[in-house]
């Protein structure tokens, strides 16, 4: 998968603008929330009171580091760069919701580069590679800069995948050319990075890049789990490399079921100083979204204690909009599937979504619209996105929908139900 690169679930380009699409795009997912039985639910939506925020403080804290990486390397301040990726691995510094700061520092760094050699590989052609040798001529000029060479070896895994996502999907044509340009980018993404030992360095940024590198070899499944186990070791408040072991231990990737059960309890136990039992949690969360069967192993109150200490610990509003938008539309009892759920999985996953009312109750105090417009698309698909605007009020609406799903029996008699930061509570009917 791309590394810090656009993905289902990072849907803008390296300006921040959401790509554009027809506004149909999301209308089946969203769709998928009615009730034929539930008549008046438009109405009952207008009761739910919930304040809004189209800009969050992630999505500003995401903004300003990666415009700093891209500002500082489009002024060709490779040592400044290079000093605040350092520093922000060694201050572990994080946005509100838990994403690393040097990795998006890396990742503004080098999406000019990286959108370029997009912007050909989807017209058809090989992406010229001056940009590319001019970044390599940096890391002669700042030797032993393990940032810059962090920001390098990304770029050549980026353009790499992008090559053969290409290639698999048609857009480009397939051949001996086109294999060694791809496997030359991950050769040298590895070669860039193996001088530099994420511990010794104290270096998460690194030790998520090789985890990430672990894509482009041979029989990665020998080592998922160790090399994981080291970078949640170096930056276990990070969730996302939590997420991404999960993930990557699904069986279409590196692991089984069994295997993704034994690291989540791991995981658990080893952050439990940090997480409480919130490790396992996140570890199930991306496999849970993408693969119907990883409930077979769930231990649902496992699971569930886990979603009450990440809440009761990291009380910041775009984590809880992310797991009430789980709960609410990933677990929703009518989401399509792929394949028959394994034999009590209907009820592991009712649980799960009855557990969104007790963080609408206690936990949401505002609405993140984009958290809940990413959730609707089903994880794996790359299509092109409506707009922001769309996706802000298609956002709005499903969030809106589920509570009014959940809450339909109270507020069928003209009672409102309001949040506030003290908590959700019913307004009489007027």
């Known amino acids: 998968m791309p590394f810090m690169s656009r993905s289902p679930k990072d849907h803008t380009s390296p300006d921040g603008k959401a790509a554009s699409a027809p506004d149909g795009f999301l209308g089946g ?80 760094a080098r999406s000019d580069l990286v959108a370029a050699a997009e912007d050909a590989i989807h017209d058809g052609v090989h992406p010229d590679m001056s940009g590319m040798e001019a970044m390599e001529d940096i890391l002669l000029d700042h030797h032993g800069r393990h940032a810059l060479a962090l920001i390098v070896a990304l770029s050549h895994f980026d353009i790499g995948w992008a090559l053969q996502t290409a290639t698999t999907s048609g857009d480009l044509p397939s051949g001996p050319d086109t294999s060694d340009r791809i496997d030359a980018h991950f050769q040298r993404a590895a070669d860039l990075l193996a001088p530099y030992d994420p511990q010794e360095r104290d270096a998460p940024s690194l030790a998520a890049a090789k985890c990430a590198l672990l894509a482009t070899q041979r029989h990665p499944d020998r080592r998922v789990a160790d090399d994981y186990e080291k970078l949640i070791t170096l930056d276990p408040d990070c969730p996302r490399h939590m997420r991404a072991l999960g993930f990557h231990l699904l069986p279409r990737y590196y692991g089984t079921y069994d295997q993704l059960e034994l690291e989540a309890r791991r995981t658990a136990a080893r952050t439990g100083d940090v997480w409480g039992s919130g490790g396992y949690t996140w570890v199930y969360l991306d496999a849970l979204a993408t693969d119907d069967a ?27 909009n992310q797991l009430a938008a789980f709960c609410a539309i990933t677990m929703a009892p009518d989401r399509p599937r792929l394949a028959p759920l394994p034999p009590g999985s209907d009820d592991t996953r009712a649980r799960l979504h009855e557990y969104l009312d007790l963080i609408l109750s206690k936990h949401l105090t505002e609405l993140h619209p984009l958290v809940w417009s990413q959730t609707l698309v089903s994880p794996g698909l790359t299509p092109a996105l409506p707009s922001r605007r769309v996706l802000v009020t298609k956002g709005r609406q499903a969030a809106l929908r589920a509570i009014a799903l959940r809450f339909a029996h109270e507020i069928a008699d003209g009672k409102t139900i309001a949040f506030s930061s003290s908590g959700m509570y019913r307004l009489p009917a007027l």
């Open 29 to 108: 997912a969203l769709s998928r929330l009615r009730r034929k039985t539930e008549p008046d639910l438009d109405e009952l939506m207008k009761r739910i009171i919930l304040p809004s925020l189209p800009v969050s403080d992630e999505e500003m804290a995401r903004a300003t580091h990666q415009d700093l990486g891209l500002k500082l390397a489009r002024q060709d301040l490779w040592e400044d760069l290079a000093d605040r990726i350092e520093y922000a691995d060694e201050s572990r510094l994080a946005t509100p919701g838990g994403e690393s700061a040097s990795l998006l520092l890396a990742f503004g």
């Open 294 to 320: 990883a409930l077979i192993r769930l231990d649902a109150e496992y699971f569930i204690e886990g979603l009450d200490h990440i809440l009761g610990i990291k009380r910041d509003q775009h984590v809880t």
